[in-house]
């Protein structure tokens, strides 16, 4: 008897589950409230797989063994809730993933902010070092399809706190947090402990053969990190002492220490720029150097890589006007830490869904360095509040070209216009990065 598999979702991560249990022999049926795309479309049809779109059928769906839910579904949403009440197991794509990866070995990449370039890094790190490896999940290619297409030696896997909430065995061999600041919370009942909880799920599994590397300097993850039995071997970095084992940087040197081995570099032949990366950087060269890259292999791949679209993304200088992409900055902490790499006095462009923001924790980097605001978004109440008495200079755009236009008027030689929005996009744009590419186009337009 085949194993009844429903999949909620038919986006990235659905889809790739859905091939890989099909594979494996699973009855996979897949279900999505909304329109699912053409190429979606066509990959179900050409692996015989049941699907619906544009609604979700109870008596198709409940008669489910097991339920993998995508992502973007919250635990509140109905579906989910009539497969809780029945006791299906619900596990996320990750988990799915897992069961069949075979002897392949997981780095696993989780944190507020930093996850996606300390991923991309390990991955270039890896790739430089030659290593047989893929990178996967949150990123762009789902960890299911993956491993269902070609299977990989290792694998480089973004993990979103919404995945780890779902895992039941999900086991990497290393494990990276890179950070924990407030996101998310209108999906975790506003409450802050409960997505700390999720973060920490990262190293749930682990055994004392596996690493855990976590940054010493965040106070949310130095707070918590006693509340959670964790058995795994612990990894800190940090940038306040020096350390036995793990990452420090020290008078502009980083030094990694893992046993009696050791490896220096400058911060100052770091391809990534400011001091986030720094951290970045430090939790991507244990890992490498826990796994056994050589050492001029990880200084090689440091020194080479390239920044990542919508993430701090230099797009022109325009009569002596810079304008910088950080579209990606959807939570207020990745805005902190853009302001604060900020040399000039910067336009602002901030706006979009607020995920519960406590603005607060910019105001003092706006008031040093900010001389005008553009909000970008539908609703820009709770922007006006918080910083009102902080810039001379605020006012409101409903388009990228509008708020580009904006803010090059507010512009001086020597200035920067920096989109780094703190919030979501959805509101206006398809997600961050359409937001990046139209900003990036209304630039070049001007």
Not at 116 to 130: D, E, N, R, S, W
Request: proline letters at 2%.
């Amino acid at each position: 008897m085949r194993k009844r598999f429903v999949i909620l979702g038919a986006g990235e991560s659905g889809i790739g589950a859905a091939i890989l249990a099909n594979q494996q022999g699973y009855d996979v049926f897949v279900s999505d409230g909304g329109i699912i795309k053409d190429n979606y479309k066509k990959e179900l049809e050409d692996h015989g797989i049941d699907y619906e779109g544009g609604q979700h059928s109870d008596e198709k769906i409940l008669n489910a063994q097991e339920v993998m839910k995508s992502p973007g579904i919250p635990e509140k949403n109905e579906r989910v809730k009539a497969v809780r009440k029945k006791g299906i197991p619900i596990i996320s794509e990750i988990e799915l993933a897992y069961r069949f990866k075979g002897k392949s070995k997981i780095i696993g990449i989780t944190g507020s902010n930093g996850k996606t370039t300390t991923t991309a890094l390990m991955y270039h790190i890896c790739k430089h070092a030659g290593l047989d490896c893929a990178m996967v999940g949150n990123i762009g290619y789902s960890f299911a399809r993956q491993v269902a297409e070609q299977q990989k030696e290792w694998y480089v896997v973004e993990i979103s706190s919404f995945q780890l909430d779902n895992i039941e065995t999900f086991r990497p061999e290393i494990a990276i947090l890179t950070n924990i600041t407030e996101d998310h919370l209108d999906r975790y009942e506003y409450k802050f402990e409960n997505y700390i909880n999720s973060k920490f799920r990262i190293s749930l599994n682990q055994t004392g053969n596996d690493f855990f590397i976590y940054c010493e300097d965040d106070p949310v993850t130095m707070q918590y990190i006693q509340q959670f039995t964790i058995h795994s071997n612990p990894l800190p970095f940090t940038m306040n002492r020096e350390l036995l084992r793990g990452a420090f940087i020290r008078q502009g040197q980083m030094h990694i220490a893992s046993g009696d081995e050791r490896m220096q570099m400058s911060i100052y032949d770091f391809a990534l720029k400011g001091k986030h990366n720094q951290y970045n950087t430090m939790a991507a060269g244990i890992a490498a150097f826990t796994i056994g890259i050589r050492k001029e292999k990880i200084r090689e791949a440091i020194q080479s890589f390239e920044a990542l679209e919508h993430r701090m993304e230099h797009v022109n200088t325009i009569r002596g006007v810079e304008f910088i992409n950080d579209s990606k900055a959807t939570n207020v902490n990745s805005t902190w830490y853009a302001l604060e790499s900020m040399e000039k006095p910067t336009i602002l462009i901030l706006g979009g869904i607020d995920k519960g923001n406590d603005y607060s924790l910019i105001r003092d980097l706006v008031k040093e360095k900010v001389k005008a605001i553009v909000c970008l978004g539908t609703d820009n109440r709770k922007i006006h509040e918080a910083f009102r008495n902080d810039t001379p200079l605020m006012v409101n755009t409903a388009s990228a070209e509008e708020a580009v236009k904006a803010a090059y008027h507010f512009a001086n030689k020597g200035d920067v216009v920096l989109l780094s929005p703190a919030c979501a996009s959805f509101d206006l744009f398809k997600n961050y990065e359409d937001r990046g590419e139209q900003f990036k186009k209304a630039v070049r337009d001007l």
